[in-house]
């Protein structure tokens, strides 16, 4: 009677040990999950993002390539593509630390992509939500100027 009492004993204790670990690891998961999700960057309307761009203490960044750029952007703005490997050493290279960086692409999803390893890196960013499409839907100027 004794063995069974401890057997069911030692039973039980066995699977707390085991409920306790997969807890901690949905935790844990869990907690990494949230994590990965936190955005380290701002959006902006096109309203807010062209009030953003009157400020002397910011740099507008369009994240697209040169082609795309060429075709036609935001009047000011830096051209540094986000989809070539040296993004961020040419960033640090151009853009200054101590100022706010509105980036912007065509359709928001980039420059998204570019603001979070630009914030990553210590940047200030602020993404146009939407990109130039949603700016030029608000028959917001655009330029070919170089």
Known sequence: MQSICIHNLMSKL??????????TCLLTVLGLASACGQKNYEDADVN????????????????RTAAEYAE????GAVNIDQGQGDFIAKAKAMLPADKKI??????????ANAAQRLAAE??????LKGGIMAWKNAKMPVTTDP
């Open 48 to 63: 807010e993002f062209a009030r953003l761009m009157a400020s002397p203490d910011v740099v507008l960044l369009d994240v």
């Open 122 to 127: 210590g940047y200030q960013c602020v993404n």
């Open 102 to 111: 509105a980036v912007y692409c065509r359709s928001g999803r980039r420059s």
């Open 14 to 23: 066995l699977n707390f040990q085991n409920m306790k670990k997969i807890l």
């Open 72 to 75: 036609d952007h935001l009047s």
